[in-house]
């Protein structure tokens, strides 16, 4: 295969993906204002999503806290600034590693997980049987999906911003030997609300773009078992770079509005 | 006297996947109280005719009407209300398969009316006794067998009582037994529950069973339509080469 041709080929997949990607969204957005709600679904994928991911998260954010602290600390004692630990994991973990690093392990664990349900329904035929019998599938199948997301990453990313610091506070304390008070204090003093609602509006944004990609490669599955198997790769690779990529819009986005 | 609305009404329907045409220029009209059986090879379109009705694909070009409303662009929103008056039993069954027996058979049920627990265990038992397979309820689909689970199908598509129904191969894949149980079930439906139907199969036999209309499907187009008398004292090549058992493959 020429340049021209890969080009051209993978151009025209990624057009088709982001038309529909883009279509699903406004389907979604449409029938978030229509009746019937389901709350109890919403429930159980809050369940399925927040309380069944909360230690992957959690784990995972107390050890970059304590990896911020660390390599901040060696580095910072070199300019006699160590007791400055508390500000620098507070604004990394707030404004970017807190909800980034959630959204993509937790997003890649949700949104493959929706991709396989999804996909699973769609190569037998049961998302068929769900409009046959009348049932609007995007209201019972998407919409408590999104608004659960939007629910879960922020809370999940307000949890792992908390377990970020303490885990810095625990380096600073027990290995640098940084006073306690000192590491709050200085966090308290330097770090602005400003800064934690930043990271909490794009779990936000995080939430939807995860959901969406979950539900969107879930649906347009082809090809039996093989095809849900590709579908499953995909969305967390898209999910990954989704994240990492608006994260970098958003990061300039809200620096625009609110600096 | 008023004529009465056709259930169905199809005008040059066409519908072409990667530049193949599958359906070229396809009419046809189902009054009230017709079984119609579309028949033809496998590949010829039969399955994508019966979804472009059913509203679950659009067509490229031309007309459906479904109940007397154009539904080739209706939005999914809209088409809700016309697909609780009909009913699909899928090739494939397509249960629910996190679901029971009976809470397949409940389900249109539990999404489109508000009726008490009685009642729809009631309905979902009458319907379950009706397609043979009293005391399932609480089998899940996975320890069915490919019979089984095309009456459970049945059922769940007959539940809310609709005004047509649409078969997809409903003896494909099954054996001998099975394929006549079916088919006596829906001749018997026609007295019953549902005398409206279009009937998607390859298998004439069973297409005389149930169907007082037939139409043969060939290159995108109807090669014949009429009774079951008509179609077999054709003279259409591709009629008689279907009928001898020649498959019609596009």
Redesign the interface.
Known sequence: MTTATYLRVHGRQAAIWSGGLGLLTG?VM??LA?PPSYWRLVMQEVDAMGVRSVVVALTAAIFTGMVLALQSAVNMARFGAENYVGPVVALSMLRELGPVLTAILVGGKVASGITAELGSMKV???I??L??????Y?KKLIVPRLLAALLIFPLLTILADFIGLLGGMLIAVLERHVDAYVYWNNIFYWVTVRDFLTGVGKSFFFAAIITLIGCYNGLSTEGGTEGLGRATTATVVQVAMGVILADFFLTKLFLFLFW | MMKEQPVVELRGVWKAFDHHEVLRGISLVLSKGTTLAVMGGSGVGKTVLL?LI?G?ARPDTGEIRLFGRNIERLR??H??????R???V?Q?A????SLSVFENVA??LR??TSWSEGEITDRVHRFLSLVGLPGTDSLLPAELSGGMKKRVGIA??LVLEPEVVFFDEPTAGLDPTNARVVGELIAELRSGVCDTAIVVTHDIEFAGMVADQMAILHEGQFAAMGTPGEIHSSNVPAVQAFLAGELLEN
Do not use: K, S, W
């Open positions: 389907q449409r029938n229509l037998t035929e049961q068929d049987a409009r046959a019998i009348g049932v609007n995007v | 979804r059913a679950l999914e929103e088409m809700l209300a016309l697909r609780r009909t009913g699909f899928f494939g397509a249960l629910f398969d389900y249109p999404e489109h769940r598509a």
